[in-house]
């Protein structure tokens, strides 16, 4: 028997028996892992508001030898996010960034990136300045992350170098992971007709501090193009269709109380 204590995010969980619950984390030190807290849906019960949704918490759990489940020994709050589960809209984009990571990470993958990533994400959100951009932000670098990094300053296909306002048609392609020219627009995936400001604005945002990109303010019709190339990217990443990612998911955990 092992025991691992690291930092850890409640990215969801079910019911487990009469008073238990299966909870998923995403961690700091041993990426995405599941544990089972005893008891836990007791009216008392040791772990309190500490495996809500989205809490930042510091996690010890005991992983037996050949056992994928580990017993969740204490989980203390660095962090509850509460905020975020009192406001629809906020548990609606909190809930889409911890469903769009259990969909994208496999299980027992460190990626201190991801975990900084969520981290930063939700306390965002819980800032409120500008929701829509933040969750927008949060897809680009996560898509990033997990090693998909699209190309958005030459053609895919002629290595054309795209320079701002000198391209009159441009168009991305979520299975070769990058931008076309008008001229070769005939690749056999499909394509998303973009502008240039877009590819400009997406180019800008891989070179640029995550936090920091928040001071940007692109335009809505740049908004509406990057929403449809996340949606499709996504979409051809995890192999689901689109109108999977149209609508924000539920929330991933019922209350534990």
């Known amino acids: 028997m092992s025991l691992l204590s690291t930092p850890a995010i409640v990215l969801g969980g079910i019911r487990l028996g009469e008073a238990d619950r299966l909870v998923t984390f995403f961690t700091a030190n041993h990426g995405k892992l599941k544990g089972v807290a005893k008891g836990a849906r007791r009216m008392k019960n040791r772990f309190g508001a500490s495996l809500e949704p989205f809490t930042h918490c ?3 759990l005991f992983e037996k030898g050949g056992d994928k489940l580990g017993r969740i020994n ?3 709050i ?3 996010f509460q905020s975020l589960r009192e406001d629809w809209n906020s548990i609606e984009r909190a809930s889409r960034m911890v469903d769009l990571i259990t969909q994208l990470t496999p299980d027992g993958e460190v ?3 991801i975990f900084a990533l969520l981290l930063q994400g939700l306390s965002l959100l819980e800032e409120k300045k500008d929701p829509a951009l933040s969750m927008m932000l949060f897809i680009n670098r996560l898509i990033i992350y997990c090693g ?4 958005w300053d030459a053609c895919m296909k002629c290595h054309l170098v795209f320079k701002g306002g000198t391209e009159t048609a441009l168009y991305f392609s979520p299975s070769a992971g990058g931008t076309f020219c008008a001229q070769c627009r005939n690749h056999s995936g499909a394509l998303i007709p973009m502008s240039q400001a877009t590819r400009a604005f997406l ?3 891989q070179k640029m501090d995550y936090v920091k990109s928040h001071r940007l303010r692109p335009s809505l019709a740049m908004q509406k193009e990057c929403a449809v190339i996340f949606k499709n990217t996504l979409s051809y990443i995890t192999g689901k269709s689109t109108q999977r990612f149209a609508k924000t998911p539920a929330p991933p955990l019922e209350s534990v109380s």
Not at 148 to 151: A, E, F, I, L
Request: aromatic content about 6%; hydrophobic content about 25%; overall charge negative.
């Open 58 to 60: 510091k996690l010890i």
């Open 78 to 80: 660095a962090h509850s």
């Open 203 to 205: 180019d800008a945002l």
């Open 74 to 76: 204490q989980c203390d």
């Open 111 to 113: 990626n201190q990136d």
């Open 148 to 151: 998909y990094q699209p190309r």
